[in-house]
């Protein structure tokens, strides 16, 4: 069938729902654990029970003597394999990078390590085998505490990490400046701040499945990963010493990843070396929830002591941070980059302050690995001085929404340098924001109702808590981020393709790929509106590192900031090479012609025009080409951007809290955000509802908990404190434009606002109830028992 030639109606900008749901909410997904072949054997892992522990001796005889095991394997027969690598260490100071292997040998460091695995026909066989493992350990001393393992005399989790420091980083002006600036201040306060740690809990736990032909001596890995092509890269250059196009690397539908399927794990290159000492079995690695909780990488685990200047009209002058970041057992893919280039270089938030010092030491602990998780960096930078402003606001009297706006960063100051180490921030008007959602809340009328409960002794307190948040997305250039600025070990442009076929119809390839944001519809929106080809005729293809170019992923709110432009930029090269042809077959000179809605023809004579269609069934047949033209319409496009973007907004949270118990209840939330221009305004809403009850849930109700003996405490769904829907409010969401000067679509990046504004909103909004009552900082998760703590303190 061949497509429609009509002009098809314009899709920028239009609330559509996602092509991929029927598939994916009817069953039809293919997901890791949906993968089923002949003759596949299923992975048991001995993992230690113990948080740090000497391995004396490992006894798999039980496990191979039980039916339907194959093999039974200890790290000491994967000794030729490298240990995972370290792909981004921070730049300019020295990175005690040790990362993991596949199993651990001679020691583990966490309640979880891999110390043997079991191969079996199935996996409750595998499970079973794995448990009859015989382990003899010699207990060590442990740590939890990311500020307790860099003191002296705590117990040494590796010898290449004297004091269990993994780096010690810097960032803003020499201590002995911002320390005269405090001095000077009219004004200080200071905030001790417990950013606490995080489980990433998608739908879909992790996994892998890989194949290795003994013919050729190829792989394929099927892995939950938001990034497959980067995989690819990591395992075959620096793990299994292997060419990297030996590795053909897949990622099938992804239940969700918040970022903790970035990086790489131990079963992706231990399921492949499996299969090829087992002659090209397929090996199958999938976690249970409780695997996924103990050894997929956690999030945030910050410790700060703060310290802030401001003058009496609440003009923020100096700004002094102590960050004790937890980076867990083992150094993760890209673990240093989050609390300094995302967290630290954002520290200033939407706001001048002239003097900036933050100081970070990263450090590890008997604990799982932590890295990024939805937001990576900033959420944590956003808390802190969102916080920062209402203990201004406390100091000086003044009210936080006008310290906000004394401080904010103007339009006219754009792009603005920080000062920190940040590439300038693009564009932004802070103050309209703010404006628009103090107007939408009501907020005068809130605070005189707050003021009369107080009066009146009433039981339900009332708090609005404020977050003016700016972000960084799509980081970017490769210049910048690389090895030679802030030490990330590659580049982080991204790639399209797009293919029109003899038929009209379209297929594009993109290094970017989807984990529950939408690729495929927002994708084909923008190519439709771009080439004037119907959105149905449209093809978005990824995930597949032999069907696609290189890319690298989806994290950071950068797939259409980066990926989106690379096809943007890739639909201008289809354009020009069908204006050329288009002119020829119209025999009018190139400078004559002009495309729109999908046609090509001569200025001032649009009824005389060759379609698209027309013109991709000509360049296909290649009877009647231009001199020197080839044949088919293909382009590809490798996008580096020039700068990252920078969406801000303005959140409002409004809490009732129980006076005698603590208990909150959110009575509204609302949230105006400038993500740019938007493509899909559904898809928007969607990933900010979603961001929002993640970071209301920070404030709230998450934590994850280590006992003083490294044991997760909070193992399970049972004990780690996902909110239901019930404890989620209705969200009121609204939004400013200021388009991005970065990128031609002038967006700006969706993925992680809600996370990283809605937990200071919450946060803020809870102290906000209770200040009047001398309470000035509650540590999250506020639970009605840590309100009910503070407010009894306090009286």
């Known amino acids: 069938m061949v497509a429609s030639v009509d002009a098809p109606e314009k899709m920028v900008g239009k609330a559509i729902k996602r092509r991929e749901d029927p598939r994916l909410i009817t069953g039809a997904g293919q997901f890791i654990d949906d993968l089923r072949m002949p003759g596949m054997l299923h992975i048991g892992l001995v993992r230690s029970p113990l948080a740090h522990a000497k391995i004396k001796s490992i006894d798999l005889s039980p496990a191979l003597s039980m039916p339907g095991v194959v093999a039974a394997f200890t790290g000491e027969d994967f000794l030729d394999l490298n240990p995972l690598p370290a792909a981004w260490q921070a730049g300019g100071v020295t990175n005690h990078a040790v990362t993991p292997r596949v199993l651990a040998v001679n020691e583990v460091h966490l309640a979880g390590d891999p110390v043997a695995v079991v191969i079996a026909e199935d996996q409750y066989l595998a499970r079973d085998a794995a448990e009859a493992v015989i382990v003899e350990y010699e207990e060590l001393p442990v740590v939890v505490d990311a500020k307790k393992a860099a003191e002296a005399g705590a117990p040494q989790l590796h010898e290449e990490a004297p004091n269990n420091i993994v780096l010690e980083w ?34 879909e736990p992790r996994g892998s499945v890989a194949r290795y032909d003994p013919g050729t001596g190829d792989y394929t890995l099927w892995i939950t990963s938001q990034a497959p092509h980067v995989m690819r890269l990591l395992i075959a250059a620096f793990v299994l010493g292997i060419p990297e196009q030996k590795i053909r690397t897949i990622s099938p539908d992804i239940g969700g990843g918040f970022g903790a399927k970035i990086f790489c794990y131990y079963d992706m290159p231990l399921t492949m070396a499996i299969s090829k000492k087992l002659d090209g079995r397929p090996i199958k690695f999938f976690e249970d929830r409780v695997e996924n909780y103990v050894s997929t990488t956690h999030g945030r685990d910050h410790i700060s002591d703060v310290e802030v200047g401001a003058t009496n009209d609440g003009k ?18 890209i673990a240093a980059g989050i609390p300094t280039t995302l967290y630290g270089r954002m520290i200033a938030g939407c706001y001048k302050i002239p003097n900036i010092r933050v100081d970070v030491t990263a450090t590890y602990t008997n604990t799982a690995m932590v890295d990024a998780y939805r937001g990576a960096g900033r959420p944590e930078a956003a808390y802190l001085i969102e916080r920062v402003c209402d203990a201004v606001a406390a100091a000086t009297g003044i009210d936080p929404a006008e310290v906000r706006r004394q401080n904010f960063i103007q339009p006219e100051d754009f792009p603005y340098d920080t000062g920190i180490g940040m590439l300038p921030y693009d564009s932004g008007d802070y103050e309209r924001a703010l404006d628009k959602a103090l ?27 404020l977050s003016s948040y700016v972000e960084v997305c799509g980081v970017a250039p490769s210049k910048w981020i690389g090895l030679g600025g802030e030490g990330w070990g590659a580049g982080l442009w991204e790639s399209a393709n797009i293919r029109v076929q003899l038929t009209g119809k379209t297929v594009v390839t993109t290094g970017s790929l989807p984990h529950g944001q939408g690729h495929e519809t ?43 432009t690379a096809i943007y ?9 069908v204006k050329k042809l288009g002119a020829h077959m119209l025999e009018a000179s190139e400078a004559d012609v002009e495309f729109e809605h999908g046609k090509v023809f001569v200025k001032g004579s649009p009824d005389a025009a060759k379609s698209i269609q027309e013109i991709a ?20 496009t490798y996008y580096d951007p020039p700068n990252c973007t920078f969406p801000f907004g303005t959140h409002v949270c409004v809490v009732e809290i129980d006076n005698d118990s603590g208990e909150v209840d959110i009575v509204k939330y609302l949230a ?34 280590y006992d003083d003996d490294g044991q997760l405490l909070t193992g399970s769904l049972s004990d780690y404190a996902i909110p239901k829907a019930s404890q989620v409010p209705w969200y009121d969401l609204d939004s400013t434009v200021t388009p991005s000067p970065v990128n031609p679509m002038g967006a700006k990046g969706a993925g992680e606002a809600g996370t990283i504004a809605s937990t200071p909103a919450v946060g803020n909004a809870v102290v906000d109830a209770v200040k009047h009552l001398g309470v000035n900082n509650i540590q999250m998760p506020m639970t009605p028992e840590r309100i009910w703590t503070a407010i009894n303190e306090a009286r």
């Open 617 to 636: 069934a000509a360049a296909h047949v290649a009877y009647d080409l231009p001199e020197g033209m080839e044949p088919f319409l293909d382009e590809t």
């Open 569 to 577: 930029k890739t639909t201008d090269k289809v354009i020009d090479k």
């Open 672 to 705: 105006v955000d400038d993500v740019g221009n938007v493509i899909n305004p559904l898809i928007v809403g969607g990933q900010l509802h979603g961001g929002i009850a993640q970071g209301l849930a920070q404030a709230l109700y998450e934590g994850a908990y």
């Open 316 to 333: 923020i002058t100096a700004l002094k941070v102590k960050t004790w970041a937890n980076i867990g057992a083992y150094f993760s893919t």
């Open 170 to 203: 810097s960032c803003g002006k020499d201590a002995e400046v911002v320390d005269k600036a405090l001095a000077d201040a009219d004004v200080t306060a200071g905030l001790h701040i417990i950013n606490q740690r995080l489980i990433p809990t998608p739908m």
């Open 439 to 465: 107007d939408l809340a009501g907020y005068t009328d809130l605070r005189a109702e707050q003021k009369r409960r107080i009066e009146a002794g009433e039981q339900k307190l009332l708090g609005i808590g």
């Open 522 to 564: 927002t994708f084909a929106q923008l190519v439709s509106d771009k080439l004037g080809i119907p959105y149905d005729d449209i093809q978005i293809k990824h995930s597949d590192s032999l069907g696609t170019p290189f890319g690298f992923g989806s994290y950071g709110s950068r797939s259409l900031t980066v990926g989106g």
